[in-house]
């Protein structure tokens, strides 16, 4: 009678572990993902401070956007005529894809998922606060805020 208690405990001790792994799992991977995202933001915002050079000229901006639920850019976009009140279409310059069996979960449409950095001083342009939400395949969930000055909070 006792071995079978003592195996019931370590068989519910041995549950509760395993639980407690696939969560931690989870998280782990919402938060590598939401680290990679926020690297590649900030690397948008870098190279507008920069005024970093893109076919011989400058850019007009730089900027970031989830081009699907599991993709996302750098882009840049140059003057027309020389003048930076119009611009051409946008360039990709680096390509990115989300692994790991967590994808973007945005509620609204994918347009509103483009921040964009103008030059020389990488202010953004559009709202005051773009939010972005992650999901992984078991149901968690976590959010990203990137409010207008460049600061990103990870939830």
Same mark, same amino acid.
């Given at each position: ?9 370590? *068989?519910?001790? /041995? =549950?509760? !572990? ?5 969560? $931690?799992? +989870?998280? @782990? ?52 005529? *020389?003048?930076? /009140? =119009?611009? !051409? ?5 680096? $390509?990115? +894809?989300? @692994? ?56």
């Amino acid at each position: 009678m006792e071995l079978i208690v003592v195996m019931a405990i370590m *068989g519910i001790m /041995a =549950s509760v !572990g395993i639980v407690s792994l696939q969560s $931690s799992k +989870s998280d @782990s991977r919402l938060k590598a993902t939401q680290r990679e995202v926020a690297a590649s933001i900030k690397q948008a915002q870098s190279y507008a401070l920069q005024g970093r050079m893109q076919e011989g000229e400058t850019p007009c901006e730089y900027g970031f956007e989830f081009t699907s639920v599991t993709d996302y850019q750098i882009f840049y976009r140059l003057p027309v005529s *020389g003048s930076c /009140a =119009s611009m !051409g279409s946008e360039t990709t310059v680096e $390509s990115f +894809s989300i @692994s790991n069996g967590v994808v973007l979960y945005y509620p609204t449409t994918m347009d509103k998922s483009k921040i964009r950095f103008s030059i020389p001083f990488a202010n953004m342009t559009g709202p005051n606060a773009w939010g972005f939400g992650f999901r992984y395949s078991d149901g968690s969930f976590n959010t990203m805020v990137i409010s207008r000055n460049g600061s990103i909070v990870e939830q």
